[in-house]
């Protein structure tokens, strides 16, 4: 059965997280990529790979809207249709491990401040990114191997104006298909949020705990970590209920494109959560929007949103080399 996704929503979904997302990722690729370059750090490194992931889902974005275009009949080369399909379920995987290990990164800098910058190295980072990527590449290559299990050679490019691209599944590939589905949900999902949820909720205990710590840079913190934690859940949560929602059922679901949508919604709230955690994309920002200020005369006038700085005068903060590294943990700009 063919999974209609309608036309207006899917289309409206696409275009929006597109034109939202693709120039945000485009300016926290600068400047993630411009701090790597002039000192890494394990965060940077992970945010820089996590708006690698994004883009290269925004990238491949328009080939959904075409498809939602056509009332799901792929009508571009048929090569196109199961990469697409690869990059487009790779990137969401891929964000929940970068998602998780930046959880992760933050709890240990409030948890053992100490201990974890004495220990914390780029190259941990960098090998741990490779291996989400490899890991992920090995996993979502079901997308390419269930088109070949028990069906005729792939049509040629003058054939395709009747082909579903990954829809439409015969039984003897929904016995492989749903089984790798709820293994993706579990291992790809489940453990990924859970393992965020721990870290996360561990943060905002800690931080709740620490008066010593500027009260709105504490509070900014901790609604960072329920924000991400909030979109963890919301954007990739419905998609992977459908998994297992279609293995009890034996089939995928028919809103499972729909749920979809929630996925795709993160590429562009990604750069979001950047702009209220990291002061140097607050930086970014402002400098674009400074000059664009200076290139409209028009807007003279207009008031540019002033970047919070890290401020070091917090005497009790210089002090205290723990509560430093706290605060530094807290906004890793």
């Known amino acids: 059965m063919i999974q209609q996704c309608h036309t207006g929503l899917c289309l409206s979904v696409y275009i929006l997280t597109f034109v939202l997302g693709f120039p945000a990722n485009i300016l926290a690729f600068y400047t993630f990529g411009k701090k790597v370059r002039q000192k890494a750090t394990p965060i940077d490194i992970l945010l820089l790979n996590l708006t690698i992931s994004d883009l290269l889902f925004l990238v491949f974005l328009p080939f959904k809207m075409q498809e939602v275009t056509n009332d799901m009949i792929w009508k571009l080369p048929y090569a196109l249709c199961p990469l697409s399909g690869f990059i487009f379920y790779l990137t969401i995987y891929t964000s929940t491990f970068f998602l998780t290990a930046i959880s992760v990164e933050r709890y240990l800098g409030v948890a053992f401040p100490i201990q974890h910058s004495l220990k914390r190295r780029p190259i941990y980072a960098l090998a741990a990114s490779i291996f989400f990527w490899i890991f992920s590449f090995i996993h979502l290559s079901i997308v390419f191997i269930i088109p070949l299990i028990g069906s005729p050679p792939a049509p040629t490019p003058t054939d395709t104006s009747d082909i579903v691209c990954y829809q439409n599944f015969t039984e003897e590939q929904l016995k492989i298909l749903l089984p790798v589905r709820l293994e993706l949900c579990i291992v790809l999902f489940c453990i990924p949020f859970l393992i965020s949820s721990y870290c996360y909720i561990n943060f905002i205990r800690i931080l709740s705990s620490l008066q010593h710590i500027n009260r709105r840079k504490r509070l900014r913190a901790i609604g ?80 540019v949103p002033r970047v919070l700085k890290i401020s070091s005068s917090n005497s009790s903060s210089d002090k205290d080399k723990e509560h430093t590294l706290i605060l530094n943990a807290v906004l890793y700009a």
Not at 253 to 276: G, H, K, Q, V
């Open 224 to 303: 960072m970590a329920l924000g991400t934690l909030v979109v963890f859940a919301l954007c990739f949560g419905p998609y992977n209920v459908s998994h297992i929602v279609g293995f009890i059922q034996w089939k995928s679901p028919e809103w499972r494109d729909r749920a979809l949508l929630c996925s795709t919604f993160n590429a562009c709230l990604d750069p979001f959560i950047f702009y209220f955690s990291s002061s140097a994309m607050r930086g970014s920002v402002s400098s674009v929007l400074e000059g664009i200020r200076k290139r409209l005369p028009s807007c003279l006038s207009c008031r």
